[in-house]
């Protein structure tokens, strides 16, 4: 997994829609990098390009004009189906309103990525999903469906859903947006660890100054520009270099 | 996704709404199962048309007066220059202008009451000579045939047919008995054998001879070579030499009917064979007809389907855009909703075609409005019905999963 590259690495990313006769600029020249192993936050109000910035790093929408390198792979030139394979291959996304199948178990909310990316065995599947499952605390909810567990239950599935793959990027998307203060506290938790002991670079989309506090980079939007790029302190020490001695 | 990974998903999907899976699949089962009992209605009664007409014989050849063209004239004027007479029965005889005639039976035709004592019945009545009880293929129960000396002679003798028989004198044998027709007084010298189900069903007959329904039914005049006939029964000498006989028949009639070579025959023709061709041409139609009908409710139990997959692709909106995010390709979402609408189309085609079955095999021999009907399943159209079914799913479903696969994935995920 170890890369010379930057994890991401945005160039003058320009992403502009067209809204009747109005062209509206949702990210003007954006250049950024980010390293493997980082947490970052994204922050700023609504419109300000995060989430057009999210969808950019997902692989789920194309800039306009400018540059995307994700891990070494020019991403902007990609074909639809190239696109999915990225996305299926290098990303774990986690959503705000956790988007799991409802009528599906949690077991086999998290096999999804799996089936389609081929190569697993149904029981290579069940295997992997149990691990992530495992590895988020919800041994004892393999069989429940989304309906019978609590928001942050239901968001911790949607992080092993991210992680059954084990990709190097996890985007998240306002992942505490819908959940209470105790349930927020232990997503962040959970995405601190999976950044300190499994080296997994965390991106996260958020409104909640507090989450963005627990990260170790925020990058501030407005108006579909970086107005502020700043690293935060975090009082238990954790070091860019420890987690990539251990990749 | 591999195929079988693509089943279980669709499968899941669709029975995650059975009531309304059923339903939709209700509309595929009724469609199929119409097609498979149609056409087995119909391949039935083609059958069976076909093998009354087979048991004629197939070297029976009629001959009957009038152009092909003046018989179908909107105003009728055939005239009565068409007529073939007994002296042109008399002539396909001749050995050497119709070698290949085997058999020569005319026949005219009378109708009228029958009466014996206060019973009393309507009759088809038709004059005969000795050799058509053997170009009909038919045969005797009681007593005797028409002979030729009873032609000769204009004999009053007659030969009933078996239902005739059992209406005027029960279960008796009426041979000997006297019956009036026209005021005649006739004695049933036999009775003929009941051919039911037969497409010329004599029980309803009388035969008399060709004379006296001429001269003493009729009131007709003349010579006895100028007797009018409604129609020849020709026998040819075997199957095979069918065609032939047809020829010499031609040749010798339009030499005594003096047609010039550019004349068009003034009879015609029919083979055995020309018979089944029209009547399995009118048969197959039929056939085309109730297999369209069935057809059409196959055709809108499919439009069922694919209204079901477009309020699914909606519904599933944002379904799909989470398959999408986690790596699902455009052709992955296409399989997808493509095969869910296959599963249904496929199943209810399954369903369709074990009950059209059973619709045709308990319907068969059933009676409607005093006729059998006779059912012939054949596994072709069977096969055939649960493609159709299969191409239904696949051309109704497409649509819809086109739909479901150009959802853009970041729109889908926002969806509510």
Known sequence: MTSTFPAIQLENVVREFHVGTHVVRALDSISLTIEHGEMVAIIGPSGSGKSTLMNTLGCLDQPTSGSFVLNGQDVSGLSDNQLAETRSRQLGFVFQSYNLLPRETALSNVELPLKYSGGYSGKDRRSAAKTALDRVGLSERYDHRPMQMSGGEQQRVGIARALVKNPELILADEPTGNLDTKSSAEVIEMLRSLNEEDGKTIVVVTHDTEVAEAMNRIIAFRDGRIVEDRSVDQPTPTSASVDSSKQ | MNAALLISTALASVSANKLRASLTLLGIVIGVSSVIAMMAVGRGAQVSVTSRISDLGTDLITVSPGAEALRFAFFGGGGNSDVLSLADALALKDDVFAPDVRLVAPENSFSGSAI???????????????????????SMEYGRNISNIDVENTSLVAVLGSEISETLFGQQNPVGATMKISEREFTIVGVMESQEGTIFNPD????????????????????????????????????????????????????????????????????????????????????????????????????????????????????????????????DILFQFVTEAILMTFAGGILGVVTGWAIAYFGNGATVDGDIIETVIETHIAVIALGVSVAVGLFFGIYPAVRAASLNPIEALRHE
């Open chain 2, 116 to 138: 014996v004592g206060s019973e009393n019945t309507f009759v088809n009545g038709v004059g005969v000579t000795a050799e058509y009880l053997e170009a009909r293929n038919l």
């Open chain 2, 204 to 331: 309803n007959s009388v035969l008399i001879p060709i004379t006296t329904a001429h001269y003493r039914i009729n009131n007709g005049k003349g010579l006895f070579d100028s007797i009018a006939v409604s129609s020849i029964n020709v026998l040819a000498r075997s199957e095979n030499t069918v065609d032939d006989a047809r020829l010499d028949i031609s040749t010798v009639l339009r030499l005594r009917h003096e047609l010039a070579a550019d004349d068009e025959d003034d009879f015609l023709i029919t083979t055995q064979q020309d018979t089944i061709e029209t009547l399995e041409g009118t048969q197959g139609t039929f056939v085309i007809l109730l297999g369209s009908i069935a057809g059409i409710s196959l055709l809108v139990g499919g439009i069922g389907v694919m209204n079901i997959m477009l309020v699914s692709v909606t519904e599933r909106t944002r379904e799909i855009g989470i398959r999408r995010a986690v790596g699902a390709k455009r052709r």
